[in-house]
Every structure is written in structure tokens, then in C-alpha cells.
T-cell receptor, first 115, second 111 residues
Framework: NAGVMQNPRHLVRRRGQEARLRCSPM?????VYWYRQLPEEGLKFMVY????????ESGMPKERFSAEFPKEGPSILRIQQVVRGDSAAYFC?????????????FGPGTRLTVT | EDQVTQSPEALRLQEGESSSLNCSYT??????LFWYRQDPGKGPEFLFT???AGEEKEKERLKATLTKKESFLHITAPKPEDSATYLC????????????FGQGTTLQVKP
């Protein structure tokens, strides 16, 4: 049973470019969460999605960041016009639909470097 | 404001030297408390969920306990392979399931 998959594992972008991060949840999971881990900081919640719905985006910066989880395919976190401060590790987690907001299982992360 | 604080920030132990990591939380209502292990360059690995005061969970050399204000992760006779950062997180009642993390405790076990 494959775990949460994220790609790419490493992503380098120049300032002003766009970054697209992908997350495939564990089999049987339909809840997806995105977290960001800045250097020397803890994990911070960004957004929570179910298929075709954004449930909670209270941790997402208001500008340049967006997320989606389409009916088919992976969840995508999109960062437009990246700046150096966006350099961080971005983690996706998933949980099962029949567990009441239960355990979240994390992927290996995408490490974004903005030059 | 919902908050999670872990102590100590870093802990060095000799192999076999038991100790405890602390996670203090201040939340409006606790739905669940989670412990994760994170190795450098990897994603957090789920260890335990605790839901109510008095609850305990064990896995190999690790034991997690929960009170109304804090949780402890006890490590008995640790081995070098237990070296990692241990993260504590809470889910708050009435919220959407997002996890609020502490800063973590980095454990180093020397042979």
C-alpha cells in the first residue's frame, strides 16, 4: 500500500516564476492537508481540501498561493511569482474519509528553493 | 490562541539512558494529540494519537501519556536509531482537523 506521494522532491525556481507542487494521497484517503516548514521553524498548516472542495484555507497566504484537489488526479499547490521567502519544505498529508479527522499521514515533502 | 510548546528543544542521551520529552498545550478544546517522528530530509512519521486525559499508548521503546494540559513521550533505554526530531501536534475541537504543531525536540542518542 503506497504512502502519500509528492513530486517533485526538489524544485528550484527563480524569483518571479511559478511553482507547482503535487500530492497523491494514500489509497482510500480523500482528505488532503498542506503544511509548510520554513527553515528553523515548525510545521504550519496552510490548507485543507477534499475532492473538488477547499474546506479550510485559513493558513494560506492571501496572494500568490492557491490549491486544488480535482475529482481526478493529484492535489496541487501552486505558488505564483515566487519570492525568496517562499523557500521551504512543503508537506502534504492525507487522512481517511471514515475517520473523524483522525491521523494524518505525511508525504516526503517538496523542497522549494527560490534563487 | 491555541498553542503547543515542546521542551527541551534538544536532548542528548547516552544509549540506554531513559528520558522524557514534554508537550504542553493551550487549546480551547482538545480533539486529539498526535506524536510524530521526523528524520532529516523526510516527512513526519506518525507514532501515536491520544484523545483523553489518562490515556497511554506504547510502541517498542516509546510510551506516550496525556493529561489535561500536557503530554509526555517517554523513551526507555534508547538506541542510536531513535535519534530524530519528535513533533507534537494537536487538533482542536470545532476546527477542521488541521494540526497545530510544536517546534519539536531534537533527540540525539550516542552509542
Amino acid at each position: 500500500n503506497a504512502g502519500v506521494m509528492q513530486n517533485p522532491r526538489h524544485l528550484v525556481r527563480r524569483r518571479g516564476q511559478e511553482a507547482r507542487l503535487r500530492c497523491s494521497p494514500m489509497k482510500g484517503h480523500s482528505h488532503v492537508y498542506w503544511y509548510r516548514q520554513l527553515p528553523e521553524e515548525g510545521l504550519k498548516f496552510m490548507v485543507y481540501l477534499q475532492k473538488e472542495n477547499i474546506i479550510d484555507e485559513s493558513g494560506m497566504p492571501k496572494e500568490r498561493f492557491s490549491a486544488e484537489f480535482p475529482k481526478e488526479g493529484p492535489s496541487i499547490l501552486r505558488i505564483q511569482q515566487v519570492v525568496r521567502g517562499d523557500s521551504a519544505a512543503y508537506f502534504c498529508a492525507s487522512s481517511r474519509i471514515d475517520r473523524d479527522l483522525g491521523e494524518q499521514y505525511f508525504g516526503p515533502g517538496t523542497r522549494l528553493t527560490v534563487t | 490562541e491555541d498553542q503547543v510548546t515542546q521542551s527541551p528543544e534538544a536532548l542528548r542521551l547516552q544509549e540506554g539512558e531513559s528520558s522524557s520529552l514534554n508537550c504542553s498545550y493551550t487549546v480551547s478544546g482538545l480533539r486529539g494529540l498526535f506524536w510524530y517522528r521526523q528524520d532529516p530530509g523526510k516527512g513526519p512519521e506518525f507514532l501515536f494519537t491520544l484523545y483523553s486525559a489518562g490515556e497511554e499508548k506504547e510502541k517498542e521503546r516509546l510510551k506516550a501519556t496525556l493529561t489535561k494540559k500536557e503530554s509526555f513521550l517517554h523513551i526507555t533505554a534508547p538506541k542510536p536509531e531513535d535519534s530524530a526530531t519528535y513533533l507534537c501536534a494537536v487538533q482542536v475541537s470545532g476546527n477542521t482537523g488541521k494540526l497545530i504543531f510544536g517546534q519539536g525536540t531534537t533527540l540525539q542518542v550516542k552509542p
